[in-house]
Every structure is written in structure tokens, then in C-alpha cells.
């Protein structure tokens, strides 16, 4: 039962724990993307220029073609064009990837690694022999960061100087070489109090191999493998003539099965490739398909038809483990796998298409938790054949077994199929229709664990035990859980399942509108000078200097929150952290929010625009401002971060990054403002 319950909740979990980065301490100035050009002339008139970017492990840079509303697409400005030369349609780019971000609610289309984008160009001008070109970008880790790069293409020699200094790309010239060395971008400004950055752990791999090896366990509890443990170890005891040899073969045999399961992980990342895998989980095509073989693998252990292998394939792999020896044993746990297949192989292709759309290693990882789950207890009662002695005996228990994980099959499939739809914008799956087909397949699980509903390979109930009774009433409990998520309530236990809040009939709940709150509404015009209602209602400043007036006026710490509309991380702490009763009265009553947005594209007055003392970029959007403001005060450039600070502009405590453990989030808050009083 607790084998039962821990499975439940780690299925619950699963879907969302890949996408989460943990969270990090101080940044420091990052560069993560390195620029280099190159002149590829087509015809007297025509020339390719060619973008080069290196970019850092696990950093992304984005695509031209990124949907609106999700991160900053990669943005070309061509200086002083229209009477010299022009563009000829948008630059080609290199292989880009695609993943669905749910906070967003739209594709992500990435470069990792590398990437390269080439420009077409047309001479209007036959004399010119250098175009200067800007670079606007995002870069995203667990954090964001906005960059800006400046190249000039030298169209005789046919190479590109790269600049971060916006007054020397300016002012170059091919005529003045002499006072012009090539641009260095690795010269980082690191804040003097800032040195180090906490270590990253990338929990998603060991959460694949948990899952996995639960399932493991689950899967020796059905009805097509539990009952093959006594008739393996009777075969070892039998065969083997010492203990020694016994203990050794039972070794070899665990061996095997690991074996057989990993080269099947094997076998579907080498067909799809590793980076490839990942796209899966963004792709329409695959996510109906694996919606529908998922709902096949449900209807399979709920009792409609059994999969299974050719039986001849049984017959052969047992002809060959009569051999003995090493190769026996071999096809003595081939003929597990086989034999065992009408159980194990919905669960083995639920794990290899939730693995295969993570990418990378993860359907190697998957098999090697699954397998290593199967061949410990066959091994181990190899060895110790006294221990069958407390094995359950074989029953109707074991097709509880399969019904109740055919329900949570069910369940999972839904998330495929609204994956596509929320890829195709199509609302037929929305937040509201999705957690009522969820409440109706638990709901309905709970009465089949209460015996009230009964599959057709199910023994007669008498009586149901008080384990059967405890999981039902586990479930009851989620499925009444549920029921608020109807009228708008956020359902965190299962964030990442369903569809975002805001791809729903009613994004603000049943009968609610935004007009400054969900139950309150608020009067705009009695608010402070440059605020706004920000996430949760929280009176946000978006500008500095109007922020700390009010925050001197009311006698309040300040925090200031360095943000981005399309920063990825900054609304998982708002969605995730802030939402937090601890954390949100905090943030309305404590503290005076300023929030200010490193990408916003408003343009500064002429007289305001200036070039950055700290980082050499010309500064003349107010996104440009925060973004130079949060370089020269704290010396980091990454988004989210959060700075408390007194009257006098003194920082409280350590600033903060992406930290979505709300406890410690608290105790961050808490410090802060005690020692402002």
C-alpha cells in the first residue's frame, strides 16, 4: 500500500518536474553567447552575411520565428539601409528545436549550442564596402538575460569586426584601423561583493529514474510477473549444484534483465536521437499518437484485450535457455521480458513516451530504474529461496493491480492529447474540460477500489481489505480535491498537468473578471504615480525613484524586483512562490514592490538615451535602462532578482535569484525586513 501511495504521488508530479530548474543564489555579470562573422559575396551586387553564436551549455538563445507572447525572439537592425542596401527577407537560421513552455502558453523555438543565421543583402549603393548590423536576444538558463552585440561586415575582405561598445561600433571605420582593436567580449563586469554562485542541480534525470523504479516494483505486482518469481527461483535451486553457483547465477540472470530493458532505451534514443527527443513533446503528430496508444495500453489493462508478443517468439527464446550456461540464463530473462509483456509492456511504452519526450538520455535512465526494480527481487529470492516464504499468494489483487494502473493510464493520456491542443491553440481541451474528465476517471477509480464497480477479469468481492479501503479513500480525497479547480482554484498538487489557468473558459474564475482583483475591485485612480496591479494584486512601482518616495512615505522596506515579460522563471515565482499566503502578505503588506522590466521596448526621449558607462551598450529603451541600472548597482545582468533594501538605497541582506522553495523564499523575506526595523 505505501509502495502504492508513493507511486501515486511521484505520477502526479512527474510531468512538471522537468521543466523546472533549481534555484540558484547570487549571479554575477553573464556572457553566455559568443558572436563571430564572416562575408560570403554571391554577385557584384550580392552578399551573405553570415552570424556565428557559441553558445554556453544548457543556454538558449531564440528563433526570428518565436510566437508573440512567449521569449524574445532573435532581432536583426540594419544601420543606415535605406539608401545603401537591402535585406532580402529575414535571415536564414540553422536547426532550431522546439519545446511547449506552459507558463507561456506557446512554442519555444531554441538554438542550443550553436547557431547560425545568414542575411542576404542587395547593394543600392556600389561604392559601400561595410554594413554595420545590431543584435537584440534573449539568452535563458534558469535565469534570462538580454543582450545586445554589434557587427560590422567588411565586404573587400570579406571578414566582421564584433563589438559590445556601442560608441566604438559607432565610430569604426575601415579608414581608421589604426585606432580600432578587435572587440573583446570577455571582459565580464563582476560586482566586487558578488563572487560566487550556488551550485545547480538538475533534478530532472533522478526523477525519471524514481519513477521508473517504482513503476518497476508495480509492475512485479501483476498478474504476469508475480507469479514467475517461485517458478525462476525453482529453477535456480534446482539447477544449481552449490549455494556459490546458485548466488552467481541468480546474479547473472539480474544482470540480464537490466540488460535486455537498457538496450531497449537504448534502441529509441539511437532511432530518434538524443536532441531530437525533445521535440516530441511539442510535436501534434506524436502527442495524438501517444495520446492513442496510451488510451490502447488503459483499455488493455482495464481488461479489454491483452497485448502480447508472437507466441512463438516464447516458444524459441525457451527452446534456447534449455542450453544452461551463461546463455541460458540469458534467454531464461529474454523469456521474462516476452512472457511478461501483456503486463509490463504498457507500463515499459508509458515510460519510454514520457521519457523519449524529455530527450537526451531519459528513455536509458527510465529502463535502467524500471529494470533494475524488476531484477533485485528476482535475484535476491534466487539467492535466498527461504525468503518466498513471505510472499503474498497470488489472487484477485493482482488484477487490482492492473485496473488501477489502467486508470492512471487513462489519466496520463489526457495530458498528451491536451499538449496538442494547447500547441494548436484549438480550446478543445481546456483547463475547465480536462480536470472534468480527470474527476471522472479518479471518481470512478475510488468506486471500483470500493466495489462498487467490477472489470471483467475481477474474483467476486466478499469484502474488501483495509488496504484496497485506504487507497480508495486516497484517491476519493483527490478527486473531491479536484473539484475547486472548476471555479478557479489553482490545484498546485498537480501544477503542470493541466492546462495553464489563463487557457480556460474563465481564466479568473467562475463568475470572476479582472477589473484589479478577483474579489475586489479596485479604484485605478487612487493609486501612487507609476504603479500598477501586479501578479496577485500586488501594488507594483515601475519606477524606481516613484517606488522608494512611496516606500519612504510609508515607512517600508523596498524590494526590488528585476523582472521581464518574457522571463520564464520570474512568472514560475510569481505563480508558484508569491501565491503563498507566508509569502503574499509579505509582498502587500511589508514591503513596496518595484518592479522593473529589463525588456520593455518603450523608447527613451532622445535627451534620455545614453551609452552605458559599465557595459559600452547604447541604452535607449526603459528596458535598457533597468537592465544597465541592475549591471552598475548590483553588478548581475540575470533575471529574476531580488534586492531588499532600506531609505538610504542599502541592500538588507544578499540579493536573491530563481529560488522557488517557498520556505526558504520566506526566511529570505524575513530577514530582510527585520533587519530594516
Given at each position: 500500500?505505501?509502495?502504492?501511495?508513493?507511486?501515486?504521488?511521484?505520477?502526479?508530479?512527474?510531468g512538471?518536474?522537468?521543466?523546472?530548474?533549481?534555484?540558484s543564489?547570487?549571479?554575477?555579470v553573464?556572457?553566455?553567447?559568443?558572436?563571430e562573422?564572416?562575408?560570403?559575396?554571391?554577385?557584384?551586387?550580392?552578399?551573405?552575411?553570415?552570424?556565428?553564436?557559441?553558445?554556453?551549455?544548457?543556454?538558449?538563445?531564440?528563433?526570428?520565428?518565436?510566437?508573440?507572447?512567449?521569449?524574445?525572439?532573435?532581432?536583426?537592425?540594419?544601420?543606415?539601409?535605406?539608401?545603401?542596401?537591402?535585406?532580402?527577407?529575414?535571415?536564414?537560421?540553422?536547426?532550431?528545436?522546439?519545446?511547449f513552455?506552459?507558463?507561456?502558453?506557446?512554442?519555444?523555438?531554441?538554438?542550443?549550442?550553436?547557431?547560425?543565421?545568414?542575411?542576404?543583402?542587395?547593394?543600392?549603393?556600389?561604392?559601400?564596402?561595410?554594413?554595420?548590423?545590431?543584435?537584440?536576444?534573449?539568452?535563458?538558463?534558469?535565469?534570462?538575460?538580454?543582450?545586445?552585440?554589434?557587427?560590422?561586415?567588411?565586404?573587400?575582405?570579406?571578414?566582421?569586426?564584433?563589438?559590445?561598445?556601442?560608441?566604438?561600433?559607432?565610430?569604426?571605420?575601415?579608414?581608421?584601423?589604426?585606432?580600432?582593436?578587435?572587440?573583446?567580449?570577455?571582459?565580464?563586469?563582476?560586482?566586487?561583493?558578488?563572487?560566487?554562485?550556488?551550485?545547480?542541480?538538475?533534478?530532472?534525470?533522478?526523477?525519471?529514474?524514481?519513477?521508473?523504479?517504482?513503476?518497476?516494483?508495480?509492475?512485479?505486482?501483476?498478474?504476469?510477473v508475480?507469479?514467475?518469481?517461485?517458478?525462476?527461483?525453482?529453477?535456480?535451486t534446482?539447477?544449481?549444484?552449490?549455494?556459490?553457483?546458485?548466488?552467481?547465477?541468480?546474479?547473472i540472470?539480474?544482470?540480464?534483465?537490466?540488460?535486455?530493458?537498457?538496450?531497449?532505451?537504448?534502441l529509441?534514443?539511437?532511432?530518434?536521437?538524443?536532441?531530437?527527443?525533445?521535440?516530441?513533446?511539442?510535436?501534434?503528430?506524436?502527442?495524438i499518437?501517444?495520446?492513442?496508444?496510451?488510451?490502447?495500453?488503459?483499455?488493455?489493462?482495464?481488461?479489454?484485450?491483452?497485448?502480447?508478443?508472437?507466441?512463438?517468439w516464447?516458444?524459441?527464446?525457451?527452446?534456447?535457455?534449455?542450453?544452461?550456461?551463461?546463455?541460458?540464463?540469458?534467454?531464461?530473462?529474454l523469456?521474462?521480458?516476452?512472457?511478461?509483456?501483456?503486463?509490463?509492456?504498457?507500463?515499459?511504452?508509458?515510460?519510454?513516451?514520457?521519457?523519449?519526450?524529455?530527450?537526451?538520455?531519459?528513455?536509458?535512465?527510465?529502463?535502467?530504474?524500471?529494470?533494475?526494480?524488476?531484477?533485485?527481487?528476482?535475484?535476491?529470492?534466487?539467492?535466498?529461496p527461504?525468503?518466498?516464504?513471505?510472499?503474498?499468494?497470488?489472487?484477485?489483487?493482482l488484477?487490482?493491480?492492473?485496473?488501477?494502473?489502467?486508470?492512471?493510464?487513462?489519466?496520463?493520456?489526457f495530458?498528451?492529447?491536451?499538449?496538442a491542443?494547447?500547441?494548436?491553440?484549438?480550446?478543445?481541451?481546456?483547463?475547465?474540460?480536462?480536470?472534468?474528465?480527470?474527476?471522472?476517471v479518479?471518481?470512478?477509480?475510488?468506486?471500483?477500489?470500493?466495489?462498487?464497480i467490477?472489470?471483467?477479469?475481477?474474483?467476486?468481492?466478499?469484502?474488501?481489505?483495509?488496504?484496497r479501503?485506504?487507497?480508495?479513500?486516497?484517491?476519493?480525497?483527490?478527486?473531491?480535491?479536484?473539484?475547486p479547480?472548476?471555479?478557479?482554484?489553482?490545484?498546485?498538487?498537480?501544477?503542470?498537468?493541466?492546462?495553464?489557468?489563463?487557457?480556460?473558459?474563465?481564466?479568473y474564475?467562475?463568475?470572476f473578471?479582472?477589473?484589479?482583483?478577483n474579489?475586489?475591485?479596485?479604484?485605478?485612480?487612487?493609486?501612487?504615480?507609476?504603479?500598477?496591479?501586479?501578479?496577485?494584486?500586488?501594488?507594483?512601482?515601475?519606477?524606481?525613484?516613484?517606488?522608494?518616495?512611496?516606500?519612504?512615505k510609508?515607512?517600508?522596506?523596498?524590494?526590488?524586483?528585476?523582472?521581464?515579460?518574457?522571463?520564464?522563471?520570474?512568472?514560475?515565482?510569481e505563480?508558484?512562490?508569491?501565491?503563498?499566503?507566508?509569502?503574499?502578505?509579505?509582498?502587500?503588506?511589508?514591503?513596496?514592490?518595484?518592479?522593473?522590466?529589463?525588456?520593455?521596448?518603450?523608447?527613451?526621449?532622445?535627451?534620455?538615451?545614453?551609452?552605458?558607462?559599465?557595459?559600452g551598450?547604447?541604452?535607449?529603451?526603459?528596458?535598457?535602462k533597468?537592465?544597465?541600472?541592475?549591471?552598475?548597482?548590483?553588478?548581475?545582468?540575470?533575471?529574476?532578482?531580488?534586492?531588499?533594501?532600506?531609505?538610504?538605497?542599502?541592500?538588507?541582506?544578499?540579493?536573491?535569484?530563481?529560488?522557488?522553495?517557498?520556505?526558504?523564499?520566506?526566511?529570505?523575506?524575513?530577514?530582510?525586513?527585520?533587519?530594516?526595523?
Amino acid at each position: 500500500m505505501r509502495l502504492f501511495l508513493t507511486l501515486f504521488i511521484a505520477l502526479i508530479s512527474f510531468g512538471q518536474s522537468f521543466a523546472q530548474f533549481p534555484g540558484s543564489g547570487i549571479q554575477e555579470v553573464k556572457k553566455p553567447v559568443k558572436w563571430e562573422g564572416s562575408v560570403n559575396q554571391i554577385s557584384d551586387e550580392e552578399y551573405e552575411l553570415i552570424f556565428n553564436a557559441e553558445i554556453e551549455e544548457e543556454w538558449h538563445i531564440y528563433s526570428q520565428f518565436t510566437p508573440d507572447g512567449g521569449p524574445i525572439p532573435m532581432m536583426f537592425e540594419f544601420v543606415d539601409a535605406e539608401e545603401n542596401y537591402e535585406a532580402e527577407g529575414d535571415a536564414k537560421e540553422s536547426e532550431t528545436k522546439r519545446a511547449f513552455n506552459e507558463t507561456f502558453g506557446v512554442d519555444e523555438v531554441y538554438f542550443s549550442k550553436n547557431a547560425t543565421f545568414t542575411q542576404t543583402i542587395k547593394l543600392i549603393n556600389k561604392e559601400l564596402d561595410l554594413i554595420k548590423v545590431q543584435l537584440f536576444y534573449q539568452a535563458c538558463k534558469e535565469v534570462c538575460i538580454n543582450e545586445e552585440y554589434y557587427l560590422a561586415f567588411d565586404l573587400t575582405n570579406k571578414k566582421a569586426k564584433v563589438f559590445t561598445n556601442f560608441d566604438e561600433f559607432e565610430a569604426y571605420s575601415l579608414d581608421d584601423n589604426s585606432k580600432k582593436e578587435e572587440a573583446s567580449e570577455d571582459k565580464p563586469v563582476v560586482s566586487e561583493r558578488l563572487q560566487k554562485e550556488e551550485a545547480k542541480v538538475d533534478r530532472g534525470i533522478f526523477t525519471i529514474f524514481w519513477v521508473a523504479f517504482l513503476s518497476g516494483f508495480v509492475a512485479l505486482l501483476t498478474p504476469c510477473v508475480f507469479p514467475m518469481i517461485p517458478m525462476t527461483v525453482g529453477f535456480f535451486t534446482k539447477q544449481s549444484k552449490t549455494k556459490a553457483k546458485g548466488v552467481r547465477n541468480a546474479l547473472i540472470y539480474g544482470f540480464f534483465i537490466v540488460i535486455i530493458y537498457v538496450l531497449l532505451g537504448t534502441l529509441v534514443t539511437a532511432i530518434f536521437g538524443a536532441d531530437a527527443l525533445n521535440a516530441l513533446s511539442t510535436n501534434v503528430t506524436f502527442n495524438i499518437i501517444f495520446f492513442v496508444l496510451l488510451l490502447v495500453f488503459a483499455a488493455s489493462f482495464l481488461g479489454a484485450f491483452e497485448i502480447m508478443l508472437p507466441n512463438s517468439w516464447a516458444n524459441k527464446v525457451d527452446r534456447q535457455a534449455d542450453r544452461g550456461g551463461i546463455v541460458g540464463i540469458f534467454f531464461m530473462a529474454l523469456a521474462l521480458a516476452i512472457v511478461s509483456f501483456s503486463c509490463t509492456g504498457p507500463i515499459v511504452g508509458t515510460l519510454l513516451v514520457e521519457a523519449a519526450s524529455k530527450g537526451g538520455l531519459a528513455p536509458i535512465i527510465g529502463m535502467l530504474g524500471f529494470s533494475l526494480a524488476i531484477a533485485i527481487p528476482f535475484a535476491l529470492f534466487a539467492m535466498f529461496p527461504g525468503w518466498m516464504n513471505t510472499l503474498p499468494k497470488s489472487g484477485g489483487w493482482l488484477n487490482t493491480v492492473k485496473v488501477v494502473l489502467g486508470f492512471l493510464e487513462l489519466a496520463l493520456a489526457f495530458k498528451f492529447l491536451s499538449q496538442a491542443d494547447l500547441v494548436l491553440d484549438a480550446h478543445w481541451l481546456e483547463r475547465e474540460v480536462f480536470l472534468a474528465i480527470w474527476i471522472a476517471v479518479f471518481g470512478t477509480l475510488a468506486l471500483y477500489l470500493f466495489g462498487k464497480i467490477t472489470l471483467p477479469h475481477d474474483s467476486p468481492i466478499t469484502h474488501i481489505s483495509v488496504g484496497r479501503l485506504s487507497l480508495g479513500l486516497v484517491i476519493l480525497s483527490f478527486t473531491i480535491y479536484l473539484i475547486p479547480g472548476l471555479w478557479g482554484a489553482p490545484l498546485k498538487l498537480i501544477s503542470g498537468f493541466p492546462p495553464p489557468m489563463n487557457y480556460s473558459e474563465s481564466p479568473y474564475g467562475v463568475g470572476f473578471t479582472k477589473t484589479g482583483g478577483n474579489s475586489t475591485t479596485f479604484n485605478e485612480s487612487d493609486f501612487p504615480e507609476h504603479a500598477e496591479l501586479g501578479p496577485h494584486d500586488i501594488l507594483a512601482f515601475l519606477d524606481y525613484e516613484a517606488g522608494l518616495a512611496y516606500a519612504k512615505k510609508e515607512g517600508k522596506p523596498v524590494m526590488i524586483d528585476f523582472t521581464g515579460k518574457a522571463c520564464i522563471n520570474c512568472r514560475k515565482m510569481e505563480e508558484r512562490v508569491w501565491s503563498e499566503p507566508q509569502i503574499l502578505g509579505k509582498l502587500k503588506n511589508d514591503l513596496v514592490i518595484i518592479s522593473l522590466y529589463v525588456d520593455i521596448k518603450e523608447k527613451l526621449p532622445e535627451e534620455e538615451q545614453y551609452t552605458s558607462e559599465t557595459t559600452g551598450k547604447r541604452i535607449r529603451t526603459v528596458g535598457n535602462k533597468w537592465s544597465d541600472f541592475q549591471i552598475e548597482r548590483y553588478g548581475v545582468n540575470a533575471q529574476p532578482y531580488y534586492v531588499l533594501i532600506d531609505h538610504n538605497e542599502e541592500m538588507l541582506n544578499q540579493p536573491a535569484s530563481y529560488m522557488p522553495d517557498v520556505d526558504e523564499y520566506e526566511a529570505w523575506l524575513k530577514e530582510g525586513i527585520a533587519n530594516f526595523k
